[in-house]
């Protein structure tokens, strides 16, 4: 079983920034394993924010996030990041860590943070 906890949430204007943290734990957590983003906004589809595989070598981000939005992680606190610059009102949604063996198969999820971008 895996834990995801996720902070670094809130209210932020636009243009402003914000850094999403996720710590995993649990007996069967798994360093090698992919960590990501999804978020959901409010009548949207859930989608895959941004990924990154266990040695960071390899991230992968959706369309409308790229040039803004960078994916790290630290493999030796277990925790993966989201740093969030240039926000826009369009970013608002909550934002779940996910993680498993490979970005076609995530098999534990945080519950969330709310991400709020006033214009």
């Known amino acids: 079983q895996v834990q995801l906890v996720e902070s670094g949430g809130g209210p932020v204007q636009a243009g402003g920034s914000l850094r999403l943290s996720c710590v995993a734990s649990g007996r069967t957590f798994r360093t090698w394993w992919v960590m990501g983003w999804f978020r959901r906004a409010p009548g949207n589809e859930r989608e895959l924010v941004a990924s990154i595989t266990s040695t960071g070598g390899t991230t992968t981000y959706v369309d409308s996030v790229k040039g803004r939005f960078t994916i790290s992680r630290d493999n030796t606190k277990n925790t993966v990041y989201l740093q969030m610059n240039s926000l826009k009102p369009e970013d608002t949604a909550v934002y779940s860590c996910?993680?498993?063996?490979?970005?076609?198969?995530?098999?534990?999820w945080g519950q969330g943070t709310q991400v709020t971008v006033s214009s």
């Open positions: 996910v993680t498993g063996p490979s970005s076609s198969s995530w098999t534990s």
